[in-house]
């Protein structure tokens, strides 16, 4: 695959989910390493943290195929070690909430699924569905789904044991993720629901990024001078509302995983 086209599959959302646009990114990287492409890969989707820190880590190392196979050992070794931790949680839910697609959540659950049996109920995530792509990995492994459309997230989450969301970011105010995971926060502590974030450490980036405003065609076509349509593509999960972040430096509390990632 050339070097344009990767990054052209990662500006317009083909490719999918953090882990694998990091691991598109170092794909690129290996393919052009100049300053410029530096430039361009990291700029590419400027709300994911995990890109850049492993373009950078890669970097660090006389040996660019070095640094690039550093990166994803380390992107392949936390998603193993955060499934694996996050069976300490999973065990005891019936029933699991997440919204948008995660593959760390996945990987979680399917893993997690082959041990103890639960359902999950998820939201179908507009304007892209990130939610049916959630659901067909969950499914082709015989675990049972329950969608819901995003304005029916109170019914699902009322029901569930758990709540597992990702993350595209962390800062020192919280995680941020999929546009409606702020929601899906809120119901957590009204219903007394407690709330996960699994996410590789190296999303976190103590900065206040600017929250990705997408092209308002992804919601409607239709054109009007009277009309504006408003598509953000993520909010914030505030760290009040987080049980615990589980990565591969451990199941932490907030203010414990903010300790040791800086």
Request: charged share 25%; hydrophobic share 40%; aromatic share 8%.
């Amino acid at each position: 695959m050339k070097f344009n086209k990767i990054c052209k599959d990662i500006k317009d959302l083909k490719i999918q989910g953090s882990e694998a646009v990091a691991k598109a990114g170092l794909k690129a990287l290996k393919l052009n390493h100049s300053k410029e492409a530096i430039k361009k890969i990291i700029s590419l989707r400027p709300t994911e943290p995990l890109l850049q820190n492993s373009i950078k880590n890669a970097l660090k190392f006389s040996s660019l195929n070095q640094g690039i196979r550093n990166s994803i050992k380390h992107l392949n070794n936390s998603e193993e070690i955060i499934s694996n931790l996050s069976f300490k949680i999973i065990k005891n839910a019936k029933i699991i909430y997440t919204h948008c697609h995660s593959s760390t959540v996945t990987h979680a659950l399917i893993n997690a699924f082959k041990k103890h049996k639960f359902k999950v109920y998820n939201t179908e995530t507009r304007p892209l569905f990130q939610g049916r792509k959630t659901a067909k990995e969950l499914i082709s492994k015989d675990i049972e789904v329950h969608m819901y459309d995003d304005s029916s997230m109170p019914e699902a989450i009322k029901n569930s044991d758990l709540i597992l969301l990702g993350a595209d970011w962390i800062n020192s105010s919280g995680a941020i993720n999929k546009i409606g995971s702020s929601i899906a926060a809120d119901l957590s502590r009204h219903y007394r629901i407690p709330l996960y974030i699994l996410a590789d450490s190296w999303k976190f980036k103590n900065k206040n990024l600017k929250l990705e405003l997408r092209s308002s065609k992804e919601i409607w076509k239709f054109k009007n001078k009277n009309l504006k349509i408003l598509n953000p593509a993520f909010d914030l999960i505030n760290k009040r509302y987080i049980k615990a972040i589980i990565s591969e430096l451990g199941i932490l509390s907030f203010k414990e995983f903010l300790r040791k990632v800086k």
